[in-house]
């Protein structure tokens, strides 16, 4: 009975052992939607940078930095790929009307973009509610999840 006992433990052991190993890093935290934290401000281009949304994306994403009021911002327009399909592009100077949410992170001037408007566009990347509005759209195939 003590040899089943201490098998059966092995077992179990090397079982949770393995699936430990094998689990996948837990994502970084989806940046949530906000509605006591929208914020509206015409800003100018400073930047525009590509680097990684985090989480189950691995598609670069493209953040924009404008300055409004002396503030410095840093737009979290979207995927790349969505960007590139609708032929939107930003550049240095451009002027813009801005609609968002700012992120709650200590000091962070962050804002996750829900409308931007230019003289000659606008771009929407979210719904009111925060939704991406490029789940319609097929994503190559490695680009992973974005939301």
């Not at 009021?69 to 979290?76: A, I, P, Q």
């Not at 990347?125 to 319609?136: F, I, S, T, V």
Request: proline share 5%; with cysteine.
């Amino acid at each position: 009975m003590k040899r089943n006992s201490a098998l059966a433990a092995c077992v179990l052991w090397t079982t949770i052992f393995s699936l430990a190993q094998s689990a996948p890093a837990p994502a970084p935290a989806k940046v949530k939607y906000d509605a006591a934290s929208r914020i509206k401000f015409s800003g100018v281009v400073d930047s525009i940078e590509q680097r990684s949304l985090g989480g189950t994306c691995k598609a670069p994403g493209v953040f924009v930095t404008v300055t409004a009021d002396e503030k410095t911002y840093e737009l979290r327009v979207g995927p790349k790929w969505f960007v590139d399909t609708l032929t939107w592009t930003f550049t240095k100077g451009d002027k813009l009307e801005i609609t968002g949410w700012k992120v709650d992170k200590e000091g962070s001037n962050e804002v996750v973009v829900r409308k931007i408007d230019r003289a000659e566009w606008s771009l929407e990347p979210r719904d009111d509610h925060g939704a991406a509005n490029w789940l319609w759209m097929p994503a190559p195939k490695d680009s992973g999840k974005c939301t």
